[in-house]
């Protein structure tokens, strides 16, 4: 199964871009990556998803390079509210559907 | 208010009994997850059902049992629950493989 490793943590301000960024060196053929974001005493809740090359939504864009060994999370222009953890995963579709989060990227916003 | 709901939202328990925590959806998914959190640190899948009467083990299936009898319903069963068991227990779903997963509120587990 593929395994993702991102930061364990980020700091940023007010009105910056930030860029998470997720290896997934064993990332097989039909596999997807996705993004969730999960603030305290919440569930997680689906930010972004692709497969390759880049993709962009209200929220968020997801850039991943051509080998599809990594990925990036760019949230641009961050507010107080965007104080979260950051879950990268790589969908197992030929495993099952397992849906398998990591230890996530926990961003701090500051003013 | 279509969703995915569970319960209880927190419960203490002595050590040694058994406790069911529910999960229901409604929005007709296929998929349906049970994760546990504990404090600072991310999510493990506990057991999971990509339809209706199968089940599959995640990454900390012992101690826990699950079952899938239709598609709205996902409870998860500590038969005899330990005081490691203490946690924050999400229930999720999804209608397929690759789409977006929709999670409960949490039930706050205490066992002591």
């Known amino acids: 199964l593929a395994k993702t490793t991102q930061p364990i943590s980020m700091d940023s301000y007010e009105g910056q871009e930030v860029n998470i960024t997720c290896s997934h060196n064993?990332?097989?053929?039909?596999?997807?990556i996705t993004w969730y974001q999960q603030f305290p005493s919440q569930g997680p809740r689906f930010i972004i998803q692709?497969?390759?090359t880049k993709v962009t939504n209200e929220v968020a864009s997801l850039f991943i390079p051509a080998d599809r060994k990594s990925s990036t999370l760019s949230l641009p222009r961050v507010s107080l509210s965007d104080t979260a953890v950051y879950y990268c995963?790589?969908?197992?579709?030929?495993?099952?559907?397992?849906?398998?989060f990591g230890q996530g990227t926990e961003l701090s916003v500051k003013p | 208010i279509a969703g995915i709901t569970q319960a209880p939202t927190s419960q203490i328990l002595a050590a040694g009994r058994r406790m069911t925590l529910r999960c229901t959806q409604d929005?007709?998914?296929?998929?349906m997850y049970w994760y546990r959190q504990d404090l600072g640190l991310g999510l493990r899948l506990i057991h999971y059902?990509?339809?209706?009467?199968?089940?599959g083990k995640g990454e900390v299936p012992d101690g826990y049992s699950v079952s899938r009898a239709n598609t709205d319903d996902f409870p998860l069963t500590l038969a005899s629950a330990v005081p490691s068991q203490t946690s924050v227990y999400f229930c999720?779903?999804?209608?397929?493989?690759?789409?977006?997963?929709?999670f409960g509120q949490g039930t706050r587990l205490t066992v002591v």
């Open positions: 995963l790589v969908d197992y579709y030929n495993q099952g559907g397992k849906l398998i």
């Open positions: 929005m007709r998914h296929n998929a």
């Open positions: 059902s990509n339809t209706a009467g199968t089940t």
């Open positions: 999720a779903s999804r209608r397929t493989g690759r789409s977006e997963a929709f």
């Open positions: 064993n990332i097989a053929t039909n596999d997807y």
């Open positions: 692709g497969y390759k």
